[in-house]
């Protein structure tokens, strides 16, 4: 199993629309969750830290479920300028540092 | 203001001749990654330093090798690189020891080999 798992998509939703991504990850112990969004050959921009009381920013809300061992990200009315793909990353504990897992990544494809 | 900085944007060089890429960062984080990342694939990771202490991923080829002569500065060698080794090159750093503090990247480096 892979340490962090994410559905690679694409998910081709209309604009407005209201979308969301899983990501799934193996480590129990792990601390931190982010997500990133990287568009086409750029480098990954942070999107939002994941708490775990979840929290918001503007169209989007992450949570954060330790029991099943899952974070997601929820984009509500979808905009063309939201199409990228979306990277789940995980720290975990490892050897006195931090490993940092990214997921493979969702792309997201918002049509007109 | 450009916070982590990666030179050159596009470097191009020839199968087998050797080629550096470099990071520097004013956010005087002691922590320092690089990441390979091919299309449609995550970043994979292929070292990073806490501070001078420098850490390589198990399945890094030995082709790959960095320097950090200070906190500013990181450098990726790539001694004798193959087709394969086209890609992008991410530099990122990070405070040590900070819980739920995200990496900070530069804008990367993509390596075309002829």
């Known amino acids: 199993r892979k340490e962090v798992e994410q559905d690679p998509g694409p998910f081709n939703v209309p604009e407005g629309a209201t979308v969301a991504f899983n990501c799934t990850y193996s480590?129990?112990?792990?601390?931190?969750f982010f997500w990133y969004r990287q568009d086409c050959r750029k480098e990954p921009k942070l999107l939002m830290s994941v708490y775990s009381s979840g929290n918001e920013d503007g169209r989007f809300t992450a949570q954060l479920n330790r029991a099943s061992q899952y974070i997601s990200l929820l984009i509500r009315d979808s905009k063309l300028s939201d199409s990228a793909t979306y990277l789940c990353?995980?720290?975990?504990?490892?050897?006195?540092?931090?490993?940092?897992?990214f997921g493979t990544g969702t792309k997201l494809q918002v049509i007109p | 203001d450009a916070m982590v900085i990666q030179n050159p944007r596009y470097q191009v060089t020839q199968f087998g001749k050797p080629v550096t890429l470099s990071c520097s960062q004013t956010l005087n984080h002691n922590v320092m990654y690089w990441y390979q990342q091919k299309s449609s694939q995550a970043p994979k990771l292929l070292f990073h330093y806490y501070d001078k202490d420098f850490n390589n991923e198990a399945d890094t080829p030995d082709n790959f090798q960095s320097r950090r002569p200070n906190t500013s500065f990181c450098f990726l060698d790539i001694r004798s690189p193959g087709l394969g080794d086209a890609a992008m090159y991410l530099c990122?750093?990070?405070?040590?020891?900070?819980?739920?503090?995200?990496?900070?990247f530069g804008d990367g480096t993509r390596l075309s080999i002829l």
């Open positions: 990122a750093t990070r405070p040590h020891g900070q819980v739920n503090q995200p990496q900070h």
């Open positions: 990353v995980v720290d975990s504990p490892s050897g006195g540092y931090q490993k940092v897992t």
């Open positions: 480590n129990s112990a792990s601390q931190s």
